[in-house]
């Protein structure tokens, strides 16, 4: 074997030293990746749970604000209506307190 032999021996040896390095390394990391995973999903899925609960309860407030605001405009109207009807009431019997007066 010629000096080149060797080198090119040595050459192909480390790199495939380097490489088996390098891939035991990485399969540690996924491997703990892994391990965490459950963990990590466990904490992202409970982070959703609570946003979808306070959404939820922000919308039920911002409903019941406006369902509130509705029925209060619902009475206002009501209340409006009757006033209506007790001015009209107030009209008819001013009308006929004058003719009352009038025929007297």
């Known amino acids: 074997m010629t000096n080149s032999d060797y080198l090119l021996k040595a050459a192909i040896k480390k790199v495939?030293?380097?490489l088996?390095?390098?891939l035991i390394e990485k399969i540690e990391e996924a491997t703990n990746i892994a391990q965490d995973t459950p963990e990590i999903l466990k904490k992202e899925f409970d982070s959703l749970k609570e946003s979808i609960i306070e959404e939820a309860s922000r919308m039920e407030k911002a409903e019941n604000v406006q369902t509130n605001d509705s029925n209060?405009?619902?009475?206002?109207?009501k209340v409006k209506k009757v006033l209506n009807e007790i001015e009209v009431i107030n009209n008819q019997i001013e009308l006929f307190n004058k003719k009352i007066n009038n025929s007297n």
Do not use: L, M, R
Not at 72 to 77: G, R
């Open 16 to 18: 495939t030293e380097k």
């Open 20 to 22: 088996n390095e390098i």
């Open 72 to 77: 209060n405009i619902y009475q206002n109207s």
